[in-house]
């Protein structure tokens, strides 16, 4: 199976945004691509870089809706699955969310992001209520699939919920700014949660420069024993692609192992 990850820039059209995104899906599908996912906030500015204002927060939109719907007709189109992640509202709340949408075009469910950080540059609890979703496991025609937005690949036991529920990737939607972690920091956390948990991760970053923040790019894919298997260039709007094994998750050694010699009634909550 091979996923491809979408790393392109966005500017303040909206529409324009979409339609380079709707192009990037139909490429990426041309190149054999089954799998799809795009950055964090993918077709609109990153918006946290400054404090909400009733403007900002106003441009929020349904799930379903217009970019849902775009997206759900090219999907059952072209028979692959899309991971996307907008600014949704919700009624009086907005989210940082990830509609998954299958190959007939069925929007399975969106996961909401559910821990919500602020720090300069990122001022997101002004925007977003934390996710009321869970964890979901996505059983899309390709794979088990799992989304962890941003800040929450952070938490260790996030990233094992969705290794419990049967997870073969977890796909990563970021907005990574340059020079805002140490030197290869966000990438050893995706390592260890794919070798850990016994699952690919696929962490799609946001790209270029932005009004605060300039983001770098450089997504990537780790397989299941922590090995870095393909990454996108810094700073430049490019589509990677990743070849994916199912196989690899049954011989990993979170499976082997790792799982086996789990003790939880010790440790869990």
Known sequence: MKIALI???????????????LKAVKEAAKHGAQIISFAELAFEPFYPQKHATPETLALAEPIPGTTTEAF?????????????????????????????????????????????TDYPGFHEQGY??????????????????????????????????LALQGAEIVFVPQAGAVGEWPEGLYEAEM??????????????????????????????VCNPAGTVIARAAQGKDEILYADIDLQEIKTSHAKTLFFRHRRPELYAD
Do not use: W
Not at 195 to 208: D, E, H, I, K, S
Not at 209 to 215: A, D, G, I, S, W
């Open 7 to 21: 790393q392109q820039t966005a500017g303040e059209d909206r529409h324009y945004n979409r339609e380079r995104g």
């Open 72 to 116: 759900r007709r090219l999907a059952a189109e072209l028979k692959v699955v899309i991971v996307l992640n907008l600014f949704e509202r919700d009624g009086d709340k907005t989210y940082d969310s990830s509609p998954v949408i299958d190959a007939d075009g069925t929007i399975l469910g969106v996961t909401r992001m559910i821990h919500i």
């Open 128 to 161: 977003y209520h934390p996710g009321d979703h869970g964890a979901p496991v996505y059983h899309t025609q390709y794979g088990k699939i799992g989304v962890a937005i941003c800040y929450d690949r952070h938490y260790p036991e996030y990233m094992r919920a």
């Open 191 to 220: 390592r260890v949660a794919a070798f850990q948990n016994g699952y690919f991760t696929a962490l799609c970053n946001r790209v270029g420069k932005e009004e605060v923040l300039t983001f770098s790019g450089e997504s990537f």
